[in-house]
């Protein structure tokens, strides 16, 4: 069987604004997200804001746990506590497809600028804060 070929942003923001009009279903994004995030194709080599865009994707089916409401688990159709909202969902887009353009701009800039970001929050738990 063939593998299923890496999808490209503009994949990734059509399914995306699929899901925010309501003409896609959470668990169909889950799903659609399943071979690049869980299953073999987690190892392609994808720019990292659309892999960033593929986690996002993958868990917009997350719902409170109805057995223990501060747990979140992946969701199905008639789950009332979906996290995140479906408000949530439409702002996160443009914020990924920011974050695209930042990346588009300067490559090695974005990604040291990641570096940063995740140094210092870990020199703040090493420091006890959060």
Aim: hydrophobic share 35%.
């Amino acid at each position: 069987m063939t593998p299923p070929t890496p999808p490209t942003r503009a994949d990734v923001a059509a399914h995306w604004s699929a899901l925010g009009r309501g003409n896609e279903t959470r668990e169909a994004v889950h799903v659609w997200t399943l071979h690049w995030v869980e299953g073999d194709g987690a190892f392609s080599d994808l720019e990292p804001p659309w892999e960033t865009g593929l986690q996002y994707l993958h868990g917009f089916d997350l719902c409170t746990d109805p057995t223990s409401p501060s747990l979140l688990r992946h969701g199905r159709a008639g789950a009332v506590d979906w996290y995140p909202s479906h408000d949530a969902i439409g702002g996160g887009l443009a914020r990924w497809q920011e974050m695209c353009d930042r990346y588009d701009a300067d490559p090695e800039g974005w990604t040291r600028g990641i570096r940063e970001q995740i140094r210092a929050r870990a020199e703040g738990w090493d420091a006890g804060g959060r």
